[in-house]
């Protein structure tokens, strides 16, 4: 019987909610949420970026009902996010503030303020490490007292300088006027094109991880006409605050998000003068790949005349979303028996009138 | 954190978002209103349009039937009224008639609408010229210029290569005279309930982002040549095998064991009708 029967389909989902929700712990095993948060940061940071929520313990919580499905986990915590009411808009955030805790540039290789490796999977070995398997809670206690042991005091706290800015100082990077306006904000309006580029940063920020990725990539290997040299890309803390509703100037702290910046620099020609563009890049925690994929992006839509999709608005931030393109491709799932009735009538109709004639 | 949901899921402040919306959408048939879609806790292309709208419309008094393929217990529909449900505690009915509010998928119930009735039909692919024009950019401006050459023109090519228009479901619609409009994937067959409806007929399209609507009495009609006029689906000679109507839309049943084809009422709560009607006057049960 198909699943559109006269009745019935009320059984049958609840069986297979309840199917469902066994499979999640037939294993007997019990998965905190706090060790979700603190065990799969990347997982968190990812979930919470497509979600464009930054909530690390939500983020967790939907991970561990999603089963670490990231498409389930995403989903959950958008839908979250619908209900709730939208508050306050933060004053615009200065990255130069941000507490930094790794900040690397591939183009220079003395930037003032110096390169901060912290921590990175770039330089490990990507080979399996048995020992994880047999690793014991009294193991990790000890090993976070001996690095503890060893560490200096730290000197996280500190802020620095943006390498654009040196650059700008020396007259090799265009100045520009701030642009002050109220941003677009796609959560309550309709995309529309032209899209400004602040709904453009706004969407390709919350793209899917793997998709934003893909179509970076696509105009790295040639289709697509950017492909830049990263200038700095930096992790840390940055502050937040909203407005004073009477002082302008002393406005309220209200916390700090840890977000991946990227400003890619790419050459272009204008006349006879070699010049350079930034690609910017941000989003939640820490997720370089998908930050640099977006300065990618961000400068090919900046170029919609090159022939390529990927320099195709309407192309790039229509497909990029997670919840929107994993919701339309499960919906083939869904019983199509009318509209497939309504084709099949057409199908031998057209037959029927061929074979008269 | 267990908090309780807030009354029909959204805060206040989005439902009143859509609400306007919907009042630009009334007052301008079939032209697509760009509203703020919220992601919703079921999947985008689920149904997310008409939820929206439905949840930013329903009060504690209403009765609410959903209804996906023709029928009230398809799991889709069960899901979307579930979760109604379980955000506002509204009374479920599968009786159209019954009903104040009607979300459905695909199709318009067979028992004709009453003005106390909204229904609210979810939308896969909201504009009618995206076949011929790909961008969202240029299809707006077609709108605007009231060019409709490409819809045209495709029917044309259609009647050219097969001898007839080829449409499936969701043939357009021209919407008091100014716009073209996708009708949501409702067969041929239920285009026709479109034109001078007693009820206001709301479209959400939640992944596009759109809302249009054909308010009460307005004119809708089939796009079509004089020469080669607006067909529905044909059932002629088929009727119910279970209540015996003739003049409704039928599912297509093969029975793999006796090779046999049979219909039935696509509409499940209005076959369900008639044969209660029929047991009633004959006064006795008859067991199928």
Partial sequence: MGYVAVKGGTNAIKAS???????????????????????????VDQ??????????????????????????????LRAHRSTLPRLHY??????????????????????????????TTDYTHRLLDPELQTETHEDILEKITKYQQTQPESENARTYPKV????????????????????????????????????????????????????GYASLRGYGQVHPTVGEVRVGQVPLTIAHPHYADDPYYIGEVEVTEVESFVPT????????????????????????????????????????????????????????????????????????????????????????? | MNTEHHFAFFDEGSKKEIRRALLKAVAIPGFQVPFSSREMPIA?????????????????????????????????AVSIKRLVQQTTGVEVTDATAEATLIQSRHRIPEVPLTADQLLVLQVPTPEP???????????????????????????????????RTATGADHPVFVHNRYVMAPSPIPRFDNAKLHQSEALILFGAGREKKIYAVPPYTDVRSLAFEDYPFT??????????????????????YDEVTGVTDYQCNDTSYCIEQLNAQTSQKGEVEHA
Wanted: proline share 3%.
């Fill in chain 1, 47 to 76: 979930v919470m970026s497509e979600s464009s929520l930054y909530a690390p313990e939500l983020a967790a919580l939907a991970i561990k009902q999603a089963e670490g499905s990231m498409e389930e986990a995403v989903f959950i």
């Fill in chain 2, 129 to 163: 010229l995206r076949d011929v024009e790909a961008s969202e950019a240029k299809t707006r401006v077609l709108h605007s210029e009231e060019d409709y050459s490409g819809a045209w023109l495709q029917l044309f090519e259609q009647v050219m290569k097969y001898g």
């Fill in chain 1, 17 to 43: 909610i309840e199917q469902l929700q066994y499979n999640r712990i037939k294993g007997g095993q019990l998965l905190e949420v706090q060790t979700i948060l603190h065990a799969m940061k990347a997982l």
């Fill in chain 2, 232 to 253: 529905t689906e044909s059932f002629d000679g088929k009727c119910c095998k279970l209540c015996g109507a003739d003049d409704v839309f039928l599912d297509e049943i």
């Fill in chain 2, 44 to 76: 985008r292309g689920w149904g997310t349009g008409g939820l929206q709208i439905t949840l930013s419309l329903i009060g504690k008094t209403d009765s609410l039937k959903v209804i996906d393929q023709g029928s009230d217990e398809s799991v889709n």
């Fill in chain 1, 164 to 215: 654009v800015d040196y650059l700008r100082e020396q007259g090799l990077f265009p100045t520009y006027q701030h642009d002050n306006s109220a941003p677009f904000d796609i959560t309550k309006q309709s995309l529309t094109f032209p899209a400004p580029r602040s709904a453009r940063l706004q969407t390709l920020t919350r793209g899917q991880t793997g998709a934003v990725t893909s179509l």
């Fill in chain 1, 269 to 357: 020609t204008s006349g006879d003068t070699l010049d350079f563009e930034i690609g910017y890049g941000l989003c939640y925690g820490q997720n370089e790949t998908k930050a640099i994929a977006m300065s990618i992006l961000d400068q090919c839509l900046d170029h919609p005349e090159a022939p390529f999709p990927t320099h195709d608005e309407e192309f790039v931030l229509l497909h990029i979303d997670s919840v929107e393109a994993s919701g339309f491709i499960s919906h083939l799932k869904l019983p199509h028996y009318v509209t497939f009735q309504s084709k099949l009538d057409r199908a031998r109709e057209v037959r029927k009138e061929q074979e008269q004639s």
């Fill in chain 1, 90 to 119: 933060t004053e615009t955030v200065e990255t130069s503030q941000m507490r930094v805790s790794r900040r690397i540039s591939a183009s220079f290789k003395d930037i003032p303020g110096g390169q901060i490796l912290g921590a």
